[in-house]
């Protein structure tokens, strides 16, 4: 797709911003220091940046209300209480680890973004070709007719992403046209401009931690289901990873053992006490990332398995 005349690489372009983070309020929540980990929460925020909390109470933050960014490391936040303050290194909001299932919601608004670069993403003017213009990344945003098209995104008083795209050239074929010189430039009318809504992936039920006996069969093996919808089109998909107790560091890696690790269950492979890079054993931990095309990934809590001896 080009803008202004200079083509990406990517062949599902433009690139969307991501304006919501989520994050699981028990694991990526530090009471000692007052940090929330955003690492897997797709974004993070500048210092100053207003965000407004939703999401688990007990936490220390009160929904609906804005907090202002105070930027920590890449993946790291505290939050003040004015803009002010946050630029000033003030002392943080003080916060408390959730519940276990716990998930917490940091929604970008206006306030201490005096160019307004994070609620509202600008106009670009962009040419979609015939072939771009079937990606399902493009057709779930408006763009799917070829030629030039006038895009933007932006939140509304929702929390919704959604995107305006109003086709100012389109690109029709020539009656009984093949091959080279097949399009020529025609003029869009109001019947080509769209304004679509993100898909929305929600999360209704946790994976659980499990408690196994070591073992090969079945009842030894540790299950674990979530409970997923999408608001909007297409479909979900699944991806399980899992966090292994013989590794240090917090390292995720996806599946590779049992069966479901692409479905919303996943069985481990047989289970151990001793800890091992090669068997699931007592202290892996266990996470799915929820996805679908045109929407913003959303990553489950963390359930843990104990084995213990037979």
Do not use: C
Request: charged share 15%.
């Amino acid at each position: 797709m080009a803008l202004w005349g200079k083509t990406d690489t990517l062949a599902s372009a433009p690139k969307y911003v991501v304006r919501k983070a989520v994050f699981d309020a028990q694991a990526n929540v530090t009471s000692a220091t007052d940090k929330i980990d955003l690492t897997n929460a797709n974004t993070n925020f500048a210092t100053g940046d207003g965000v407004v909390y939703t999401g688990a109470s007990g936490i220390g933050l009160t929904q609906g209300t804005t907090y202002y960014a105070m930027r920590q490391t890449d993946n790291t936040i505290k939050l003040a209480t004015t803009e002010a303050g946050a630029k000033a290194g003030a002392t943080g909001v003080n916060l408390t680890a959730g519940a276990t299932g716990a998930i917490g919601y940091l929604q970008r608004n206006v306030e201490g973004n005096e160019d307004y670069d994070h609620n509202y993403n600008g106009r670009d003017l962009y040419f979609i070709d015939a072939d771009e213009a079937t990606q399902a990344e493009n057709i779930a945003r408006g763009l799917k007719t070829p030629g030039w098209t006038n895009y933007r995104s932006y939140t509304d008083a929702n929390g919704n992403v959604r995107n305006k795209s109003e086709v100012l050239i389109a690109m029709g074929a020539y009656s009984g046209a093949t091959g080279f010189g097949t399009f020529q430039a025609q003029t869009g009318d109001a019947t080509d401009d769209t304004v679509l809504v993100d898909g929305t992936i929600t999360i209704g039920t946790q994976p659980l931690s499990q408690s196994k006996v070591a073992g090969s069969l079945l009842a030894n093996k540790g299950v674990f289901t979530v409970v997923a919808t999408l608001v909007g089109a297409g479909s979900l998909t699944y991806q399980w990873q899992v966090q292994e107790s013989s590794q240090s560091g917090a390292t995720w890696t996806n599946v590779s053992r049992g069966t479901g690790g692409t479905t919303a269950t996943y069985t481990t492979g047989n289970t151990q006490v001793a800890a091992s890079a090669s068997v699931d054993s007592n202290g892996d931990k266990y996470r799915v990332i929820v996805s679908s095309t045109g929407s913003t990934s959303v990553t489950s809590s963390t359930a843990v398995l104990t084995v213990t001896a037979s």
